[in-house]
């Protein structure tokens, strides 16, 4: 889905992340792409749902209270997405998308649950009111509470009711920017996109190049690289970009990655991005003051 919240506040002083650390707080969204085939069948892989929940497990029994989960919404959002654009006018016809997204949250909170994980979903909608200048006022004391329990938050995409007092979808990969502020442990925000590609690759090729780094204040000459998938209610690569560069500009340091089922697990998500595997290729959303050892966006000439 790909409507943005409009830019919140900057961040605090000392919230820009540093090379070398691992996050305070990981925000792990996991795209629709690995959960269904949303371009064809139209069916949701509860198998592949399983087993990212077991190594989500094994996330938060070793990182108690530092991850959120965000759901992408797969196969079950995207053709009610596809009908809510359609719907020009009908001012609530977002709400639509309330259904199916909590289905996904809730195929989530009972995979993980039945594994020992306080898993709770939560509805986007209630922790969001614009006003009437645009501002989005965000309230993330619930999440923060869970966090502080060693429970694990669980959101997807939603709606926002809006300034007017209608309503407008809020995408899976802007959600992240919701609860930027919520982690209560020191060090860095990481975000991490998990989709069926690498990251932006530099030819439309899936087995070409990733961009390594991304600087989030200067998108223009990264968009040559973005697939055409008009079809997609998302917005595809280019949505995911906007949401996480907006995200980056806020102090967080956001990958885009290919998920992966392996033995390998997740693991290393925690782990300072100069320590991740040589054998996974991502790009990084980060201001140049922190990425200094990251190569340059030059690397797309």
């Given at each position: 889905?790909?409507a943005a919240?409009p ?7 000392g ?9 305070g ?15 064809h069948?139209?069916e949701?892989?509860?198998a592949?749902?399983?087993?990212y ?15 959120v ?7 079950l959002?995207h053709?009610?997405?596809?009908r ?21 949250r ?14 709770v ?6 922790m ?6 645009g501002?989005?006022v ?5 999440v ?18 809006t ?9 899976s990969d ?10 209560a ?22 087995d ?5 780094h ?5 998108l223009?000459a990264?968009?040559q690289?973005?697939w ?8 595809a ?19 885009i ?15 300072p ?18 990425a200094?050892?990251?190569?340059s966006q030059e690397?797309l000439?």
């Amino acid at each position: 889905m790909t409507a943005a919240v409009p830019p919140a506040p900057a961040a605090a002083p000392g919230r820009e992340p540093a090379p070398g650390r691992e996050p305070g707080l990981l925000v792990l969204k996991v795209g629709g792409s690995l959960l269904s085939d949303k371009r064809h069948s139209g069916e949701t892989d509860h198998a592949a749902v399983d087993e990212y929940a077991a190594m989500v497990a094994e996330l938060v029994a070793e990182y108690p209270g530092r991850i959120v989960l965000v759901t992408g919404g797969g196969a079950l959002c995207h053709p009610v997405g596809l009908r809510i654009k359609a719907a020009e006018n009908d001012p609530y016809a977002a709400v639509a998308l309330t259904e199916p997204a909590f289905r996904m949250r809730w195929a989530w909170t009972t995979a993980l649950r039945a594994r020992g994980v306080r898993a709770v979903p939560l509805q986007t909608t209630s922790m969001l009111n614009e006003l009437p200048d645009g501002t989005v006022v965000t309230e993330t004391g619930v999440v923060s509470r869970l966090l502080a329990e060693g429970a694990l938050p669980v959101l997807s995409s939603d709606c926002v009711v809006t300034a007017a007092g209608t309503l407008r979808i809020l995408s899976s990969d802007d959600v992240p920017g919701v609860v930027l502020d919520a982690a209560a442990a020191p060090g860095p925000v990481r975000v991490v996109a998990l989709t069926d590609v690498s990251g932006i690759h530099l030819a439309q090729d899936p087995d070409s190049p990733v961009l390594p780094h991304l600087d989030p204040d200067d998108l223009t000459a990264v968009r040559q690289l973005f697939w055409d998938d008009a079809w997609d209610a998302t917005g595809a690569m280019e949505g995911k970009v906007e949401a996480l560069a907006a995200h980056a500009r806020r102090g967080a340091e956001c990958v885009i990655t290919r998920g992966d089922r392996g033995p390998g697990g997740l693991r290393h998500l925690f782990a300072p991005l100069d320590a991740w595997p040589h054998d996974v290729p991502r790009t990084l959303i980060r201001r140049r003051a922190s990425a200094a050892a990251e190569p340059s966006q030059e690397d797309l000439t």
